[in-house]
């Protein structure tokens, strides 16, 4: 396969990040934080390169995924319910990541825990859907004009899939990819997001959120985004190097941080739009407990990381029904978005997710983030409602 590199990946430095005057709601954290960078070798020194690839990737992903989004809702209603549109983008935007990731990183050897594998597309059945699939990553790849390359076959496309088969683990690199979280969302023509981490001896290093309809500004207190809202948002994060977040489209970065409520009447949470993805019935008990004033705010996928990290809510809950297990790439780069932007995470006993057991996050009872002000009381009011729930049934 012939590729080649035209273009230089366009690398963040931290000293633009205040320079944007479109991020107007952002400016007045941007300029508390300006003296941050300074601080910490690891910001300019570490993962330079990695994630310069992994906002590249993540980027080209969401190009893909806009690309299916649109023709899916422009399409008609038994077409909509076909579940083909979806597939064709999880599995284009897992192989994309895969192939730019590697490209990016030729010298390293790779390893990537990933959501999908090309095991149904190998079936006969198959056969169109792959053709598809190739011709999207193709086009895709060639309208980015980043890379000079031969089109990649059915056979590389499988392969590139199959290349997120790994269990990660405790030792050594893994990168972490969910290629569309929050599908459901991504169907209803809502919020969804491109997830893609990288873990290092167990520890999650960097974080890229690619989330294509997020408004840019903030979503506190809307419940459904205006249709002239300006969308688009790339949050990344590197250890001990603080979260920014950039505009799909391209500008330059803004430094985010999660908000500094300390008074939950003032608090604002997030929760799953999907119903069946958690129990509503405990986040409203919890909520109660602790005098939240506000409905809670619905969305799909890690977009609640991201908008978490730059203060539009103060509180995530997360409590799947029982059975139900977390997997890494679900959390891990949320995880680092809005914990380098200073928010804390934790299950519901108060214990750190920890990334390093393989593909499944051991967790007892649920996923809550909030800061780190407001946490001591989130954890009570947790372990208290729980207590009640388990009580009464
Ligand atoms: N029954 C379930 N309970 C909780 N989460 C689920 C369930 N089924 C799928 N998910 C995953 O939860 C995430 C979306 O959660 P949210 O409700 O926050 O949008 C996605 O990662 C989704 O996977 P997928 O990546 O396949 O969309
Ligand atoms: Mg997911
Ligand atoms: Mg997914
Ligand atoms: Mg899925």
Same mark, same amino acid.
């Given at each position: 396969?012939?590729?080649?590199?035209?273009?230089?990946?366009?690398?963040?430095?931290?000293?633009?990040?205040?320079?944007?005057?479109?991020?107007?709601?952002?400016?007045?954290?941007?300029?508390?934080?300006?003296?941050?960078?300074?601080?910490?070798?690891?910001?300019?020194?570490?993962?330079?390169?990695?994630?310069?690839?992994?906002?590249?990737?993540?980027?080209?992903?969401?190009?893909?995924?806009?690309?299916?989004?649109?023709?899916?809702?422009?399409?008609?209603?038994?077409?909509?319910?076909?579940? /083909?549109?979806?597939? *064709? &983008?999880?599995?284009? %935007?897992? #192989?994309? @990541?895969?192939?730019?990731?590697?490209?990016?990183?030729? +010298?390293?050897?790779?390893?990537?825990?990933?959501?999908?594998?090309?095991?149904?597309?190998?079936?006969?059945?198959?056969?169109?859907?792959?053709?598809?699939?190739?011709?999207?990553?193709?086009?895709?790849?060639?309208?980015?004009?980043?890379?000079?390359?031969?089109?990649?076959?059915?056979?590389?496309?499988?392969?590139?899939?199959?290349?997120?088969?790994?269990?990660?683990?405790?030792?050594?690199?893994?990168?972490?990819?969910?290629?569309?979280?929050?599908?459901?969302?991504?169907?209803?023509?809502?919020?969804?997001?491109?997830?893609?981490?990288?873990?290092?001896?167990?520890?999650?290093?960097?974080?890229?959120?690619?989330?294509?309809?997020?408004?840019?500004? /903030?979503?506190?207190? *809307? &419940?459904?985004?205006? %249709?002239? #809202?300006? @969308?688009?948002?790339?949050?990344?994060?590197?250890?001990? +190097?603080?979260?920014?977040?950039?505009?799909?489209?391209?500008?330059?970065?803004?430094?985010?941080?999660?908000?500094?409520?300390?008074?939950?009447?003032?608090?604002?949470?997030?929760?799953?739009?999907?119903?069946?993805?958690?129990?509503?019935?405990?986040?409203?008990?919890?909520?109660?407990?602790?005098?939240?004033?506000?409905?809670?705010?619905?969305?799909?996928?890690?977009?609640?990381?991201?908008?978490?990290?730059?203060?539009?809510?103060?509180?995530?809950?997360?409590?799947?029904?029982?059975?139900?297990?977390?997997?890494?790439?679900?959390?891990?780069?949320?995880?680092?978005?809005?914990?380098?932007?200073?928010?804390?995470?934790?299950?519901?006993?108060?214990?750190?997710?920890?990334?390093?057991?393989?593909?499944?996050?051991?967790?007892?009872?649920?996923?809550?983030?909030?800061?780190?002000?407001?946490?001591?009381?989130?954890?009570?009011?947790?372990?208290?409602?729980?207590?009640?729930?388990?009580?009464?049934?």
């Amino acid at each position: 396969m012939l590729i080649r590199r035209l273009v230089t990946v366009r690398s963040v430095e931290h000293s633009s990040y205040c320079s944007v005057a479109s991020f107007s709601t952002y400016l007045s954290v941007c300029r508390r934080r300006s003296s941050c960078c300074s601080s910490s070798v690891s910001c300019t020194m570490s993962y330079h390169k990695e994630l310069a690839a992994a906002k590249k990737a993540a980027s080209v992903a969401a190009r893909l995924c806009q690309k299916v989004q649109t023709e899916l809702l422009k399409s008609d209603v038994q077409s909509k319910s076909d579940k /083909s549109p979806v597939t *064709v &983008a999880d599995y284009g %935007s897992q #192989a994309l @990541v895969s192939i730019i990731l590697q490209k990016e990183l030729s +010298s390293e050897s790779f390893s990537l825990v990933a959501e999908e594998d090309s095991g149904d597309l190998r079936k006969d059945d198959a056969k169109e859907i792959l053709e598809r699939i190739t011709k999207l990553v193709n086009d895709t790849l060639s309208s980015d004009g980043s890379y000079d390359f031969s089109p990649f076959s059915t056979e590389n496309i499988l392969a590139s899939i199959d290349s997120g088969k790994s269990d990660g683990g405790p030792h050594g690199r893994h990168w972490v990819l969910d290629p569309i979280d929050g599908t459901k969302g991504f169907v209803r023509g809502d919020q969804y997001a491109i997830a893609l981490a990288l873990l290092e001896e167990g520890k999650v290093v960097l974080g890229v959120l690619a989330c294509p309809n997020l408004p840019l500004e /903030s979503i506190a207190g *809307v &419940a459904k985004t205006s %249709s002239d #809202a300006r @969308v688009g948002c790339l949050f990344f994060a590197k250890v001990g +190097s603080g979260t920014y977040m950039e505009s799909l489209g391209g500008s330059d970065p803004v430094k985010v941080h999660v908000t500094e409520v300390e008074n939950p009447e003032e608090a604002s949470f997030f929760e799953s739009f999907e119903a069946a993805h958690s129990q509503r019935d405990l986040s409203s008990l919890i909520a109660e407990k602790l005098g939240v004033k506000a409905p809670p705010v619905r969305i799909d996928s890690q977009a609640k990381y991201g908008a978490l990290s730059r203060g539009d809510g103060a509180i995530y809950l997360r409590f799947p029904h029982k059975g139900y297990r977390e997997k890494i790439w679900d959390h891990a780069a949320g995880y680092i978005v809005v914990t380098e932007a200073g928010g804390v995470a934790s299950d519901a006993s108060g214990n750190p997710l920890d990334f390093s057991k393989g593909k499944y996050l051991d967790l007892d009872t649920g996923i809550i983030v909030t800061n780190g002000k407001l946490m001591p009381l989130l954890l009570k009011a947790v372990q208290d409602s729980i207590n009640e729930k388990t009580s009464t049934l």
